[in-house]
């Protein structure tokens, strides 16, 4: 049987080493397969170095930053990891088992299908909060990006417009319930306000609709699960 990896990426200041470590103590809670966690980053300070296998982001690509690290997971000549590969951004909460996430059409990769789903039944736009591959697959994703990452970066919104660009076939959505945006899904874009930090947050508390397969909650742009004013946030993350 192949080695299975929950994997992470951290670069810069936007995300405190507390999102690696929750997200670790989150997947332990939620997953009852054999898994090895790893987190790629360039700053180890903070980060629990117990139960926690650490990898360093490449450095020859000053020209890039944040989640423009994450094509360069798609490298088929990389030699860390030697297994069923499931990226999980850190701005998530894991609240329900996750085994599904490595069982589910096993050899597949497969993505998210991105929120505006919510509103739009026919998108077939790609979420990149949480993908499984296994070494090699759609490796045009690193092989075109490195040619001038620079120049992509520019040109493309974010990873995950890149990811649509490139992985044309060959691909599995994950089931919808599974993997839910919080604003979108379940919350039903709440009204948001901005706080004194600058930070938008909800309005006000709200209790979140939660499908019966849920199991993860994605919180794209703001808030963060950190500083999310719903009580169900503070009782999940951590």
């Not at 990426?9 to 670790?24: D, M, Q, S, T």
């Not at 499908?211 to 909650?217: F, G, H, L």
Request: charged share 25%; proline share 8%; hydrophobic share 35%.
């Amino acid at each position: 049987m192949s080695t299975r990896y929950v994997v992470c990426l951290k670069h810069g200041f936007k995300y405190g080493p507390e999102y690696v470590n929750i997200l670790a103590k989150m997947v332990k809670r939620n997953c009852t397969l054999p898994y090895e966690f790893v987190c790629y980053t360039e700053n180890t300070h903070g980060i629990d170095k117990n139960g926690i296998t650490i990898l360093p982001l490449p450095t020859a690509y000053p020209m890039i930053s944040g989640w423009w690290y994450k094509p360069l997971l798609f490298n088929p000549w990389q030699k860390q990891l030697n297994g069923t590969i499931l990226y999980i951004d850190l701005d998530v909460i894991i609240f329900r088992n996750i085994d599904k996430l490595f069982t589910y059409k096993e050899g597949s990769f497969c993505v998210i299908k991105d929120f505006n789903r919510s509103t739009n039944p026919d998108w077939t736009r790609m979420n990149s909060s949480v993908v499984r591959w296994q070494p090699g697959q759609q490796s045009q994703v690193y092989t075109e990006f490195i040619k001038d990452p620079g120049h992509t970066a520019r040109r493309f919104h974010g990873d995950q417009d890149w990811l649509y660009a490139n992985v044309k076939k060959d691909f599995e959505f994950w089931p919808d319930e599974w993997i839910q945006s919080y604003k979108w899904e379940m919350r039903n874009r709440p009204p948001m306000v901005r706080q004194p930090n600058g930070i938008r947050n909800f309005k006000s508390p709200g209790v979140p609709i939660i499908k019966e397969n849920t199991s993860i909650a994605v919180f794209h742009g703001d808030p963060n699960p950190k500083v999310c004013c719903d009580p169900w946030c503070k009782e999940n993350w951590k």
